[in-house]
C-alpha cells in the first residue's frame, strides 16, 4: 500500500498526514489497523438484531476512527448511518451497511 493507492482509492492523505504530525509511516499504520476493527461486523450484528442503541455506538465509534484518517469512502456511509441511528429510526439500514462493507473490502484490497 502507498500513499498514492490510497489517494486513488478516495482518502484526503494529505489533510490526515497533518494531523499525524506530518509522519506518513504512522498514518500508513494506522490505516492498515482499520480493516482489523471488530467494530465493522458488530455494527453489522447489531443492525441486524434491531439494536440501534449498540448499532449507534459502533457506529460513532467507527466514524472518529475513518474521519480522523480522512478515509472518505468509509466516512461517508459511516457518518450517514451514524447520524440515522443516533435518532434511532426504525429504517432499512441495508443500503448503508452494503455501503461500507464494499468500501471497507476496497481498502482491505489496497492493503493485500
Do not use: W
Request: glycine share 4%; net charge negative.
Amino acid at each position: 500500500m502507498t500513499i498514492d493507492d490510497l489517494k486513488a482509492y478516495g482518502a484526503d492523505v494529505d489533510t490526515a498526514i497533518k494531523r499525524c504530525a506530518g509522519m506518513e509511516s504512522l498514518y500508513l499504520n494506522l490505516v492498515k489497523k482499520i480493516p482489523e476493527m471488530e467494530e465493522f461486523e458488530k455494527l453489522n450484528q447489531s443492525v441486524n438484531a434491531g439494536n440501534l442503541e449498540e448499532a449507534f455506538s459502533y457506529a460513532h465509534g467507527l466514524k472518529g476512527n475513518v474521519a480522523n484518517l480522512s478515509l472518505t469512502p468509509l466516512e461517508k456511509p459511516i457518518s450517514e448511518i451514524t447520524e440515522l441511528l443516533r435518532e434511532r429510526q426504525a429504517i432499512d439500514y441495508s443500503s448503508y451497511l452494503e455501503e461500507i462493507n464494499q468500501s471497507l473490502q476496497k481498502l482491505k484490497e489496497i492493503l493485500a
